[in-house]
């Protein structure tokens, strides 16, 4: 079979690799204990589920308009008022299958052969591959610990080119659970002005925040630079809603219309019934308070977890102020022997923590950054627990 250039320039998703392997252990009934969770441990609220059933029950069940019913996009433009202060228009607004949706009609209505998209690592696994599949050219630019995962103006300034086109920002951060401060994305937002670039601000924790941080939104900060960004938001995190498939974006309305345009003739709306959820979702006060308690048991397992890495000496991490992911560096123990073989990267360490611990992180790897790994607290107590003890004593067992 001849396969299209375009499929053959995208790679797999690495965190397969490491799933595809817990799962034979546990087909082997060897108790692993999975930390790869991409998504919310707890069941959407029953009051969407209800808005859900009451849609199907009123025939709610036909094509909507392509990029969002306007009950919806309503909802999403009180939303961006209340939440951001972003005054937006209906058309300006496009609802989309998943906020991953929202990025790769993005990519593919902005984007051609030779442009430059700079992504900051760690990043969003799917951002590199989705501006691959536009033919566009990813610019990675490097962060660590030290930096606490962000880039500075002077390393944005430094990487623009003649063929730079945008800038992707997403905070607080997948993998890293680190987030811009309104005075970063200041600095960063003059370059951008300066270079005409536009801003893809993909938000979609900005809901799972703690000690008080407070989210902006790159778009917020003048007329000038909501002009010059494209905020990403959606469902699936905030609300537990990722089954659902609801995402959206906001931006000029030129760029509103090209999505719509491709988006009416690729999957058209996304699900009706998913829609109708997501006003309830986005308009009740029930909402409020389900994302409150969802966000202290995050913040309560997080403390937990930065206790336990303090004790652990060779693993070092960085304490997450939004999001369900810890990012701990594991640089410490590379170079060191385990099975006859030396710890060179992510990969391997992954490999040692599944096999000696039977616990499964997410190799940083995947995500650009090759001394992590990512472990999600999206899980149990319980589990976190178990699973702590388990990496703490395979971590001190293994020879200095
Ligand atoms: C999960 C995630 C998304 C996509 O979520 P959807 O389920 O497609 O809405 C987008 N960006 C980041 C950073 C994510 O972690």
Redesign the pocket.
């Known amino acids: 079979m001849k396969f299209a250039q375009r499929i053959q320039n995208i790679q797999p998703s690495m965190t397969l690799a490491i799933s595809a392997q817990a799962q034979s252990l546990k087909e082997q009934e060897i108790d692993v204990i999975g930390f790869g969770a ?2 919310p441990d707890f069941a959407t609220p029953e009051h969407i589920k209800q808005a859900a059933i009451r849609a199907i029950q009123a025939n709610d069940t036909h094509y909507t308009l392509v990029g969002g019913t306007l009950a919806l996009k309503d909802a999403i433009i009180e939303k961006f008022e209340g939440d951001n202060g972003l005054f937006y228009e209906r058309n300006q607004i496009v609802v989309s ?7 790769y009609n993005l990519a593919q209505v902005l984007w051609d052969a030779g442009d430059e998209i700079i992504i900051p690592a760690p990043y ?1 696994v ?1 951002y590199p591959d989705m501006v691959v599949l536009a033919s566009a050219t990813p610019v990675i630019l490097n962060t660590d610990q030290s930096s606490q995962f962000k880039i500075t103006a002077e390393q944005l300034q430094n990487a623009i080119t003649s063929k730079t086109r945008a800038l992707v920002l ?1 905070s607080p ?2 993998p890293s659970g680190s987030a811009y401060t309104r005075a970063e994305l200041e600095a960063l937002a003059e370059v951008v002005l300066k270079h005409q670039l536009l801003v893809i601000s ?1 938000e ?2 900005e809901k799972i925040v703690f000690d008080g941080f407070e989210h902006v939104s790159i778009a917020y900060l003048s007329d000038a630079m909501k002009r010059s960004t494209v905020v ?1 938001n ?4 905030c609300f537990a809603m ?1 089954g659902w ?3 959206y974006l906001a931006a000029a309305a030129e760029i509103a219309a090209a999505v719509t345009k491709l988006q009416g003739q690729s999957t058209s709306n996304p699900t009706s019934i998913a829609q109708a959820a997501c006003v309830e979702a986005l308009k009740s006060h029930q909402t409020k308070v389900a994302v409150q308690k969802m966000v202290e048991e995050f913040k309560m397992r997080r403390d937990y977890l930065m206790d336990r890495y303090a004790k652990i000496e060779s693993v070092a991490c960085y304490q997450p102020v939004g ?1 369900f992911y810890s990012f701990p560096d594991f640089s410490g123990i590379l170079g060191r022997e385990w099975n006859g073989k030396t710890l060179k990267g992510s990969l391997d360490v992954a490999e040692f923590l599944l096999e000696e611990a039977k616990v499964a992180l997410v190799p940083g790897i995947a995500f650009g950054a090759d001394n992590n790994l990512r472990l999600s607290f999206a899980t149990s107590m319980e589990n976190l627990k178990e699973g702590m003890d388990r990496i703490e004593s395979a971590v001190k067992s293994l020879p200095a």
Do not use: L, M, P, V
Not at 97 to 103: D, N, P, T, V
Not at 234 to 237: E, L, P, Y
């Open positions: 991409g998504e299958c998943g906020a991953k949706h929202s990025f969003w799917s997403n951060s997948n993909d979609i924790y990403i959606g469902a699936s995190k990722t498939r609801i995402g999001t």
